[in-house]
């Protein structure tokens, strides 16, 4: 009986105990303390005396050459280049590695970085590019310019530099009015008349009116600013 007794009260005992989750296993390899931040992507560099590398430029009228040393890269061009390193790492994706031929690290290389594949071109045009252009003689300026509230592109039918622009402000979705200075004889004499106000010279296209103010070349930066 006593023994009845005994196991009758161990019984309800354990049953009285607050129920408990059971403990995780152990990980046999978990990192002690505070968790490191994942490693980030080692810088990258063009090294002119290393390997053969492909130097992609803007050149003229909007057209892209390639070099394959930086001092064949013309010094108007040098200030958005892109590098292919033909026995080194590719970029990631969908990019290019781009660097600035004007901005040498202390040991003669350059640092890259990555931008998309198919934003270079605008990109490199818009460091400031244009197409040299010359007005036709004996134009006649316009009693009166009307004010600009929008934007104006001047430009010419065979300027890639213009279609750049042009694709630049379709992309944004501003709405714009282009005028071909070489096609139509009041446009060039339109814009003659708006640079002599300004004091600016007119032997390159595009010329972009954004509300009176005028950009010579696809100047981005600005354009965005002015935008």
Request: hydrophobic share 40%; aromatic share 6%.
């Amino acid at each position: 009986m006593g023994a009845v007794l005994g196991l009758l009260g161990l019984t309800l005992a354990s049953a009285c105990e607050d129920e408990r989750p059971p403990a995780p296993p152990p990980v046999a390899d978990a990192p002690e303390g505070p968790q490191a931040a994942p490693p980030t992507q080692a810088e990258s560099f063009f090294d002119p005396g290393g390997g053969p590398a492909v130097l992609t430029y803007a050149g003229d009228r909007g057209s892209f050459a390639d070099a394959s040393a930086v001092d064949a890269v013309p010094e108007e061009a040098r200030g958005l280049v892109r590098v292919t390193v033909l026995d080194g790492d590719p970029p990631p994706p969908g990019s290019v590695w781009v660097t600035n031929l004007r901005a040498p690290e202390p040991d003669g290389r350059f640092r890259l970085r990555t931008v998309a594949r198919d934003m270079f071109e605008e990109l490199a045009l818009g460091e400031g590019r244009s197409s040299a252009v010359e007005l036709p003689q004996g134009l006649q300026p316009p009693e009166q310019v009307a004010a600009v509230d929008g934007v104006v592109v001047y430009k010419t039918a065979w300027c890639g530099v213009c279609k750049k622009v042009e694709a630049y402000l379709k992309r944004k979705g501003v709405d714009y009015e282009a005028k071909d200075i070489e096609k139509d004889p009041r446009a060039a004499a339109e814009l003659q008349a708006k640079a002599s106000a300004q004091g600016v010279r007119t032997g390159s296209v595009p010329v972009i009116d954004v509300g009176g103010q005028l950009i010579v070349g696809f100047d981005r930066a600005r354009l965005e600013k002015l935008l």
